[in-house]
DNA sequence: CTAAATATTGATAATGAGTATCAATATTAT
DNA sequence: ATAATATTGATACTCATTATCAATATTTAG
C-alpha cells in the first residue's frame, strides 16, 4: 500500500507538470513502488491488470515512462532485450548483481567503485551524467 | 583485411566445431574484425553487403551470433535498443565511456574497479562469471 | 573424383517489445 | 454545468531479432 506521502508525491508532480490525475496512473504508480522486484512492463500490466481490469498496453507504457522522467522509477535494459523497472522513490542509485541461472537480482553500491568511475570521467575529459553496471554470476544457492 | 593467423583461427574454430566453411562466413568475420568501431547488425549488413551482395539477413545474425560464442566478438546491448558488436580477437575486455550528446565510445579498463568488482561478487556469495560497466557523459568535443 | 549426407543460405514469415494514431472518455478550470 | 484539454484503450505499426523451409553449398566416404 501507498503511504500519503507517496501518494502526495505522486499528485504534487503531476499537478506540478500540468498533467491531469487518473486512477490508472495511481495504480500502476502503486504497483511499481510496491514491487520488490524488477518487473518488465508486461508483469506490471499483468499486475495493475489485477487491480484494474481494462486498463490498456500503452497506458502502462506511458506511465512507465513518465514515472521514469519523474524520477520515481527507473529503467534497467536486461540482456533478455526487455527492460525491468524498479521503483526509486524510497531507493538510490545502486548496481546489480544478477545471477545467470536463476536471474535473481541483487542490489550493490560500492563508494570505491563510485569514486574510480569518477575519475574514469575526468581522466578522459568527460563530465560524468550516470552509469550502469551489471556483474554476472551464480549465486549461492545455484552453486550447490 | 585479415591476417593469416586470424583467418586459421576462425576455421580452426569451425573444424573442430564440426561447422562448413562459408564465404558469407568469412566477409562477416572479415568486417567484424575490421572494425574500428561499435557496429550495430544492420551496419554490418550493409557493410557486408558491399563485398558480397546478396547475403541474407539471417546469415548476418546468425554468424554474429556464432562469433560471439566463439569468442571472436562480443555483442554490447545498448541504449537505443540495437545490439553493437566488436572484435575481441585482439582486444581484451574493457568497459564503455560513452557520449549522451555524440555517441562516441571510449573504451576503458580501471584494474582497480576489476579488482573491487570481484571482491562485489565475493562478498555476495557470487561466483564470478563477467560483468559490464557503461559511463554515461558528455565528451570533451561537446562540451565545448 | 563423385555421390550421398549434411550444414548453410536467403527469402520471408513470425515474434516480441515498444511506439504512434485516433476516436471515445475523463478530468480540470471557468 | 460546461467548455477546453488531457488521457485512455484498441489497435496498427515499427524495429530488431528469430524461426521456417526449400534450394544450394560443403564435406565426407567410397
Redesign the interface.
Known sequence: MLTEKEKRAFQDYLTQEGLKFSLQRMKIFETVLAGLKHLTANEIYKNVQKKYPGIGYATIYRTLRLLCDAGFCTEL?C?D?ACRYEQAFVNAHHDH?I??KCGRF?E?V?P??ER??I???KI?????????????????QC?K
Chains 1, 2 share one sequence.
Open positions: 535494459k540482456e532485450g548483481l545471477c545467470t541483487v550493490v560500492d570505491q567503485i574510480l568511475q575519475r574514469l570521467f578522459n575529459g568527460f563530465l560524468p551524467q550516470r552509469h550502469r553496471m551489471e556483474l554476472y554470476g551464480v549465486c549461492k552453486r
